[in-house]
């Protein structure tokens, strides 16, 4: 493409609010840990590899029964709360600004157990109720 010649009107995104393809079978309820996976499309929070962490789903999408692309996911990235994994794997204050991995669409855990587990974010905080989880899909795949 040449450079510009003259003023161009550039359209940009505004707001926080996300949406993707969801993957065939996927399943997604409102509140989850929404990962992409290696082909684009979004997926509900679990154990496996070659997923990256985009945010929490703001509505329950069933595409248990559709192809790729056949529903669509609106989530929102940035700090949410999730469950905090156990023993070895329980992240501490000290995790606070490392990265954290998905056990299911609810939990995260310290460690990518033994290469199991894809990155969910980075550690913004934790507290006694759990991990607080920073999504930013562009930072997370930086780590």
Excluded: H
Aim: charged share 20%; glycine share 12%; proline share 2%.
């Amino acid at each position: 493409m040449a450079p510009l010649t003259q003023d161009r009107n550039t359209p940009r995104s505004e707001g926080d609010n996300r949406q993707g393809a969801a993957a065939a079978g996927a399943m997604i309820y409102a509140g989850a840990i929404v990962m992409r996976n290696a082909t684009g499309f979004l997926v509900e929070g679990q154990t496996a590899t070659g997923l990256v962490g985009v945010g929490c789903a703001q509505e329950r999408v069933d595409n248990s029964g559709g192809a790729d692309g056949d529903q669509t996911v609106d989530y929102l990235p940035g700090v949410f709360r999730y469950a905090n994994s156990a023993a070895a794997d329980e992240i501490v204050a000290a995790d606070i600004g490392s990265a954290c991995f998905v056990v299911d669409d609810q939990t995260v855990a310290k460690t990518d157990g033994t290469g199991t587990r894809s990155r969910a974010g980075i550690v913004d905080a934790v507290d006694a109720n759990g991990v607080w989880v920073r999504f930013d899909e562009a930072l997370s795949n930086a780590a």
